[in-house]
């Protein structure tokens, strides 16, 4: 039972949510490119560790903040798992995302070292910033990039593909704090959101998330009918989340990076 809970307790630190999307995200981006089986595994191996240890890393860094409001979702609070499994746990999944990484080859593996590194410096530093979102923007706008650059011969994502990322990347960091924010205050992290304030940062959020989703679109030139259906869908819910009370804004802003997500997959 006690291994059962502490497994649990590591799935739930390790921000399954996020950590699931991002390597399906790349997953879905390898196959488009027309990766074989073995480097679509690779790829997708390498990405799935490397969030492993941004979310633990993330969980092991803000323990005291976490433990200081008392976040009964997090299971270092809780005490579903120790701080000693889930160091552990980091230390295993870093090593093989470095072996990994490097097996897409030197410039796909260093690129995707970088971008991991963003993370962990987001987790460690740059949260508590008004640079908070410039990991988002870097990692995101160039994980295409990690796809494409394991290819043989490697090739670079196209322009709108990279800028379309970035702006996701900044979208979805002024959506992912913003039900945070009180907390964070409160502990003293005072990333881009919090000194935006929520309904400036919903705005930005909504603004940035919707430009994506034109990028997605119009970038890679003429849109076929399904692409121009995805845009008014962006419209429409780009409205609600100017416009609705309450979750609905919020609710809103993470359908419009839903969308975004799946148009960059079929666009690209």
């Not at 990690?146 to 990322?165: I, K, R, T, Y």
Request: aromatic share 4%; charged share 10%.
């Amino acid at each position: 039972m006690a291994v059962v809970t502490a497994t649990a307790g590591l799935v739930r630190a390790c921000h399954p949510e996020p950590t699931l999307a991002v390597t399906a995200l790349a997953g879905l981006l390898a196959l488009r490119l027309g990766h074989d089986a073995g480097a679509l595994v690779l790829v997708v191996a390498a990405v799935f560790t490397g969030q492993l240890t941004v979310g633990w890393s993330n969980d092991l860094v803000d323990a005291g903040r976490d433990r200081a409001v008392g976040r009964a979702d997090k299971p270092l609070v809780t005490g579903r798992v120790s701080a000693r499994v889930v160091g552990v746990a980091l230390v295993v999944a870093a090593v093989a995302c470095v072996v990994l990484s490097l097996a897409l080859g030197l410039a796909a593996g260093s690129l995707h070292l970088v971008l991991v590194g963003c993370g962990v410096a987001y987790n460690v530093v740059l949260k508590r910033t008004s640079l908070s979102w410039l990991p988002y923007a870097v990692a995101f706008g160039l994980l295409p990039a990690v796809a494409s650059l394991a290819l043989d011969p490697p090739v670079w994502p196209p322009w709108w593909m990279v800028a379309a990322g970035a702006l996701l990347g900044v979208g979805a960091h002024l959506v992912n704090v913003l039900p945070d924010l009180d907390d964070d205050a409160a502990t003293g992290v005072r990333g881009l959101p919090h000194r935006l304030g929520p309904a400036r940062a919903r705005l930005i959020a909504v603004i940035v998330l919707a430009a994506a989703s034109v990028l997605v679109v119009l970038g890679p030139g003429r849109p076929p009918v399904w692409a121009w259906a995805g845009l008014g869908v962006v419209g429409v819910l780009v409205v609600t989340a100017l416009r609705g009370g309450g979750s609905t804004p919020f609710r809103a802003a993470m359908a419009i990076a839903l969308v975004d997500v799946v148009l960059l997959v079929l666009r690209s």
